[in-house]
């Protein structure tokens, strides 16, 4: 079985490939550089949102080494690349000097329906986010911005043309400790997707479970990167002191509970 997964370079990318790795099928990590984990500032922010903005951020970074311990990428081949290149030679090489049994994308931009083209067997994404309530960019802030922490997740999905939107084959929500903050929470949701990803991987395989899917709902909202503006931190660190979670399990929240779709 030939594996190949394309993903970004941040610690939580890593994270993953090294447990896709387990399943001893990874040939071929393709890892996009993305931005910055620590970004500047956009222009024309008051001092007060640029300040939540580098705080945030900087959570980020602090949160994701502490999950994922700034490792490195597992035992196998890894060819990093631009955004720019993500659909042009390099990759489509890539993808066509084997057979690819399963495409696996996670952090990366969007490939191309020629560069999807070029793989003849599965093609999943693993998106951050439980379809169909949170699709599109930024989707493991939002649910602790409506203020409904347990709506976080990962959901693993076919790749489509259509962005967040193939028939979806494994979810899972992350588990809710107090005393956690949104970054926190976040990584939680990656790392169970983790955990569960190589049994996921082996039904595809053709273990004694057969691998099923559930057609996807368009339902939710797809969230847009415009979206989000620095703004909307207010209410996470001003307003709840990035103790979302905490109030959840306290009772401050209505209950609704991620109606999830899982292969076991």
């Known amino acids: 079985m030939n594996i190949i997964f394309i993903t970004g370079n941040h610690p939580r990318h890593k994270y993953i490939a090294r447990r896709i790795a387990e399943t001893g099928h990874l040939s ?19 001092e007060h949102a640029e300040s939540l903005f580098s705080m945030h951020f900087q959570k980020r970074q602090e949160a994701e080494s502490k999950f994922f311990e ?53 093609r999943w994404n693993i998106h951050g986010g439980l379809s169909p309530w949170y699709r599109g960019a930024i989707t493991h802030f939002w649910p602790s911005y409506f203020l409904e922490p347990q709506m976080t997740g990962m959901t693993i999905h076919e790749l489509t043309k259509e962005l967040d939107a193939g028939a979806v084959v494994h979810q899972a929500a992350a588990d809710l400790v107090r005393g956690d903050g949104v970054h926190d929470l976040a990584c939680r949701a990656v790392l169970k997707v983790g955990e569960e990803l190589p049994t996921v991987i082996s039904l595809l395989r053709g273990s004694s479970v057969p691998l099923i899917k559930k057609h996807h709902s368009t339902s939710g909202k797809l969230w847009l990167v415009n979206d989000w503006r620095p703004e909307h931190l207010q209410l996470i660190y001003e ?26």
Do not use: M
């Open 28 to 46: 071929t990590v393709i890892s996009e550089v993305r931005e910055n984990h620590v970004p500047a500032p956009p222009t024309g922010l008051s």
């Open 70 to 122: 700034d490792k490195d990428w597992p035992d196998c081949r890894v060819v990093e690349i631009t955004r720019e290149q993500l659909n042009g030679p390099i990759v489509k090489s890539i993808l066509s000097e084997n057979p690819v049994d399963l495409l696996l994308s996670y952090g990366c931009h969007r490939l191309d329906d020629p560069t999807l083209d070029l793989v003849v067997g599965e």
């Open 239 to 264: 307003t709840y002191g990035d103790k979302v979670v905490d109030q959840y399990l306290d009772g401050a929240f209505q209950n609704r509970e991620p109606k999830l779709f899982r292969q076991f």
